[in-house]
Nanobody
C-alpha cells in the first residue's frame, strides 16, 4: 500500500510559479506510475500530468503543456509538479495519485490518492 501527502499549494498571483510535492510512504514507490489531477469547485476531476515509474515517460493535459513539468525522485519517494505562468483557471485542489499502469490520464487507472493541496491563482 502507498500513502501520499501533497504539499506546496498556496495563493499566488497570475503569472507566478509554484512547485507542488507529493511524498509517498513505503518502499515500493518506484514501482508506481504517478499522476497529478485537479478539481475546481463545481467541476469534475481533471487530469493534469503523469509520469512513468522510472520517470522516462511523461504526459500532460493540453491546458498545461509548456507551463507545467512533472518529475520524480525515487530515492526520496517524492514526485513534483513545477507550475509556471499560472493562470486563474489553474485554481483548484491538486491531488497526486499512484497506479501500477501508466503514465495514464484517466483517474480510474490510479489506486492510491492523496488528500489534496489547494492552489489559488489571483488575477
Amino acid at each position: 500500500q502507498v500513502q501520499l501527502v501533497e504539499s506546496g499549494g498556496e495563493l499566488v498571483q497570475a503569472g507566478g510559479s509554484l512547485r507542488l510535492s507529493c511524498a509517498a510512504s513505503g518502499r515500493t514507490f518506484s514501482r508506481y506510475a504517478m499522476g497529478w489531477f485537479r478539481q475546481a469547485p463545481g467541476k469534475e476531476r481533471e487530469f493534469v500530468a503523469a509520469i512513468s515509474w522510472g520517470g522516462g515517460r511523461t504526459r500532460y493535459a493540453d491546458s498545461v503543456k509548456g507551463r507545467f513539468t512533472i518529475s520524480r525522485d525515487n530515492a526520496k519517494n517524492t514526485m513534483y509538479l513545477q507550475m509556471n505562468s499560472l493562470k486563474p483557471e489553474d485554481t483548484a485542489v491538486y491531488y497526486c495519485a499512484a497506479g501500477l499502469d501508466g503514465p495514464a490520464d484517466s483517474w480510474t487507472r490510479y489506486d492510491y490518492w492523496g488528500q489534496g493541496t489547494q492552489v489559488t491563482v489571483s488575477s
